[in-house]
């Protein structure tokens, strides 16, 4: 079993619009969680970084933690073609370890 | 402010040649360290992490090694590449409290 998992991608939203992007994990006792974001060729780079439930927001981007149904999304608005990108969910599994998803590949279309 | 250094950028490696590839941090003591590697369209794989000097943790057993010779130095070998060695090799530090992980740039290998 994963430890965590991200919606299945492509994802092609239009400028403007909302991006939703979504991570479930499995290890109960996670207490980090994280999204990167990875332009084709290059390496991850943090993004956003949210530890209690609720809502955290960064500019375009909101960060959203529920860990009672062990789900953390990414909601990024007005989505500009320099979002296109893929998006990786990281939760920590000890203290020293993170666990990565597959990640989603979002693509803003003008 | 803290920096993570990669070289080589870009590398092209016979089968059954050897490897090195250096990663150095700036700014920062005794953070942990990590090396993943990325396949063509995968997700990152934890190869190896270290959170001393000389102290490794080996995630997947293979034909690569790390080593930590000085507290802010990550070093990958192999002493014979295979094809399958082939991708992006990323190195990554953390110091926090929240177990976050910086990546620095990079190393694509091709093994050929």
């Known amino acids: 079993q994963k430890e965590v998992e991200q919606n299945s991608g492509p994802l092609s939203v239009p400028e403007g619009a909302i991006a939703s992007l979504n991570c479930t994990y499995s290890?109960?006792?996670?207490?980090?969680f994280f999204w990167y974001r990875q332009y084709s060729g290059k390496s991850p780079e943090l993004i956003m970084s949210?530890?209690?439930?609720g809502d955290k927001e960064d500019g375009r981007f909101t960060a959203q933690l529920n860990k009672a149904s062990q789900y953390v999304s990414l909601l990024i608005r007005d989505s500009q073609p320099s979002d296109s990108a893929t998006y990786l969910c990281?939760?920590?599994?000890?203290?020293?370890?993170?666990?990565f998803g597959a990640g989603t590949t979002v693509t803003v279309r003008a | 402010s803290q920096t993570i250094h990669q070289w080589p950028a870009t590398l092209v490696q016979p089968v059954g040649s050897p490897l090195s590839l250096e990663c150095t941090v700036e700014?920062?003591?005794?953070?942990?360290l990590y090396w993943y590697r990325q396949a063509a369209g995968r997700g990152l794989q934890l190869l190896f992490y270290?959170?001393?000097?000389?102290?490794i943790s080996s995630e997947v057993p293979q034909n690569l090694s790390a080593s930590r010779p000085q507290d802010r130095q990550f070093i990958l070998s192999s002493k014979k590449l295979l094809l399958s060695d082939s991708g992006f090799y990323l190195c990554?530090?953390?110091?926090?409290?929240?177990?976050?992980?910086?990546f620095g740039p990079g190393t694509r290998l091709t093994v050929t």
């Open positions: 270290s959170v001393g000097i000389g102290q």
């Open positions: 990281a939760v920590n599994i000890d203290d020293y370890k993170l666990s």
């Open positions: 700014g920062t003591s005794n953070p942990n």
């Open positions: 949210i530890y209690s439930n």
């Open positions: 290890d109960r006792v996670s207490q980090s």
């Open positions: 990554a530090w953390s110091d926090g409290p929240y177990y976050e992980q910086y």
